[in-house]
Every structure is written in C-alpha cells, then in structure tokens.
C-alpha cells in the first residue's frame, strides 16, 4: 500500500467516525490504488462497489480536505463517477 493510500484511508476514517454510510464505494486514485467505503469501514481494496469514483490524487485531496465540493469536481470533469448516481449523492452528504 502506498503512503498515499495510507493517508487517505486514514483521513477517510477520521471524516466517517460518527457517520454510517449505507452502501459500497470506491475512491480509484490514479497511479496509487484504490480506497473502499462500505458501511462505516474504510480500507485498501479493488473489490467491486456500488458506485466508483477516479480521480487524480490532488483532486482526492482537495476532496477530502474540503477544499473542493465533489459536485464542482465531477461537473467539470475533474471526478469520473461510474455506478449508483444515488448513492454517490448520499455519500457526498457524508462529506
């Protein structure tokens, strides 16, 4: 698992403590790996989920950072968002 990986599951983690998440879904970061969301578990993993979000890594960042709404980056082109569309939205609610 790269350091990058690291870091963002471990952000992940820290932003779903007191939330529950009612689904699967996973963070592709180009050139690193991938991250998993399902229920209110974070971890490593490339296993299939209901909805799929890849970006690049500064985008994820900006993402997890609150730097950058998921809706502004998926509308223009930064976010790629392959699945449930419904979940995808209930989990930007989390965020």
Known sequence: MTEVIEDAVTALKEKMLNSSF??????????EGSIV???NS???????TDVTFVASVEIFQEIFNGDLEPTAAFM???LKIDGDMGIAMRLANVF
Do not use: H, L, P
């Open 37 to 39: 969301i399902s229920g």
């Open 76 to 78: 223009t082109g930064k």
């Open 42 to 48: 974070v971890y490593a993993s490339d296993e299939d």
């Open 22 to 31: 009612d689904g699967s879904a996973k963070f592709e970061i180009e050139g």
